[in-house]
């Protein structure tokens, strides 16, 4: 299913999400089913709470585009700068305070980010059947 060709990206996750539906019910009505009877299923959901659930659905749309037409090389680039970006939106916002491990952290990420798009790495050339039984019969 990975790379598929064939395969829709669209759905691929309408499959993963009512599985993911499936065992998520049953853990919300085993653990909070009296409350849920009580109150309904949203209570206590405030606008916060609801950007950061829309964010997080548009967050596993966009990994799975990344997945489905780049490479995992690319995602984890992208998660780490965005985990970054975060650290230091927090620290401008005075939610942490600043550390110099954080400084180095970002600094490398950057980094390591420039170094890949600036000298990408070089394909690898396929190896066919035959090559590989020149080569044993040359040992």
Known sequence: ???NVNSNMWIQN???SLMTLVFATFTMWSSDGQKIMEKGIFQGWTSLVWTMTVAAATSGIVVSAVMKYADNVKKTYCQTLAIGLT?????CLGERNFSWSLTAGVILVVTSIAIYAFYPPSPRPLVTTSDSKEEDADL
């Open 14 to 16: 309408i499959r993963l």
């Open 87 to 91: 650290a230091v939106t927090s620290i």
């Open 1 to 3: 299913m990975l790379k």
